[in-house]
């Protein structure tokens, strides 16, 4: 591997110190360095820079990028402090210049998320998919310092990896002994973790979509949202599992994003769109319930019971249990029956007092089920999925057109 002192005497860091002030796109922009002047005034840390422009700036880059990316991306951020420095010193003064960071989008080591493999280890690539899953943003632990409860000495110490890490002993007494966390002198970022999946449009129909942890640090931490269409930019980071043996889970420490869309994507036959998408449809409102009524908290899915299983249960504020039934497509009286079922099924699991009504979300409703509604004891609410969805939401040619709405 090429070292950095073999690279001519304008290393990397100059070279795009020069890019960011230099380089114009094609309508004779200085557009990095327009945005980087901005970023004060919008509070902004990050700068995210198209990997083809930078390329297209000097080529040099691709050879970093490909055979270092830890070291590619150290390299941008440092020039980025390095150029804040001169340009905005008040800004660089004003925060910690750790969270000044270079994210690099487009970056053309495509990998499919099925083809992800061990070779990719520390290598930068971008994957697409969809967000099934996105955590809360939480404090992640970077520098700690720890007090010993001995000596009183503080011994600072840098959390690898996101693994929390004491020091094993006191390196001023020498005694070991429990150490205790000062927070005030650690430093935190800011942290999600989540994990995207294939779209399904890049996976073979009937297979059971690949998927990939994502993590994301600092100002990148909240960006996952369920459902959004996403490509990233990231290494790929082996992490050791639990258990004692040398296996390692692989995960894409996200070093850019972009956000493609938050239309579900189309699905070629009507067929294999059933199935998916109420995965999908659940998986979305498992994550916002609000949808389906104020203040709802989902306390199960695929809840099974004696005639078969219901696709979201949640819990009202008044301990109200709430029924879901998912379908795509037009809802016929056959799903009155099924749903039914499962709210005899709630009212004597959860006892006579508890109360439970029903929610069918569906692409529409048809006069039978209309009509066999009619008789039913029980408080049942209609919902089209359209009104559920953030704009456009799961939409295909394969479904019921919109319907007028109920009510
Ligand atoms: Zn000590």
Redesign the pocket.
């Known amino acids: 591997m090429e070292t950095m002192t073999s690279l001519p005497e304008d290393g990397p860091q100059e070279k795009f110190e020069e890019f960011l002030r230099t380089y114009k796109n094609e309508q004779g922009i200085l557009v990095y360095w327009s945005r980087l002047q901005q970023m004060s005034i919008d509070d902004e840390t990050s700068l995210a820079v198209d990997f083809q422009d930078l390329v297209s700036f000097d080529r040099v880059f691709t050879i970093l990028a490909t055979e270092d990316p830890m070291q590619f991306l150290n390299v941008l951020s440092k020039a980025l402090v390095g150029v804040l420095h001169v340009e905005d010193p008040e800004y660089v003064n004003a925060i910690d210049t750790s969270l000044l960071r270079i994210r690099i989008i487009n970056f053309p080591n495509r990998v499919a998320l099925r083809a992800v493999k061990t070779k990719h280890i520390g290598k930068l690539i971008t994957a697409t998919g969809v967000v099934a899953e996105a955590s809360e943003t939480n404090s992640l632990l970077i520098e700690a310092v720890f007090r010993?409860?001995?000596?009183?000495?503080d011994?600072p110490q840098t959390q690898e990896e996101g693994r929390y890490t004491e020091p094993p002993?006191?390196?001023?007494?020498?005694?070991k002994?429990a150490m205790q966390l000062i927070q005030e002198l650690s430093r935190f970022v800011d942290f999600q973790k989540g994990c995207i999946e294939e779209l399904p449009t890049d996976r073979p129909r009937g297979e059971i979509p690949f998927s990939m942890e994502v993590r994301l640090e600092g100002d990148l931490a909240g960006v996952l949202r369920n459902g959004n269409v996403i490509e990233l930019t990231g290494i790929l980071t082996a992490e050791r599992t639990k258990d004692k043996l040398a296996t390692y889970d692989m995960y894409l420490c996200v070093a850019g994003i972009q956000i493609t869309g938050h239309t579900m994507p189309q699905v070629p036959t009507a067929e294999s769109m059933q199935i998916e998408s109420e995965k999908q449809l659940e998986a979305f409102l498992v994550a916002n319930p609000s949808p389906l009524g104020v203040g709802l908290t989902c306390v199960g899915r695929q809840v099974p019971t004696d005639t078969g299983r219901i696709d979201l249960l949640l819990e009202a504020p008044d301990g109200a249990k709430v029924v879901v039934e998912l379908k795509i497509g037009e809802a016929d009286d056959d799903v009155v029956a099924q749903i039914q079922r499962y709210l005899v099924w709630a009212e004597e699991e959860f006892g006579p007092k508890s109360k439970v009504r029903g929610v069918v979300v569906a692409n529409g409703f048809n006069k039978r089920m209309l009509a066999s509604l009619k008789g039913t004891r029980y408080h049942i609410q209609l919902i089209h999925v359209s009104d559920i969805l953030p704009e456009q939401g799961i939409n295909s040619e394969g479904m019921a057109k919109k319907q007028s709405k109920l009510n």
């Open positions: 010993c409860r001995i000596c009183g000495g011994i002993l006191c390196p001023v007494c020498g005694k002994t």
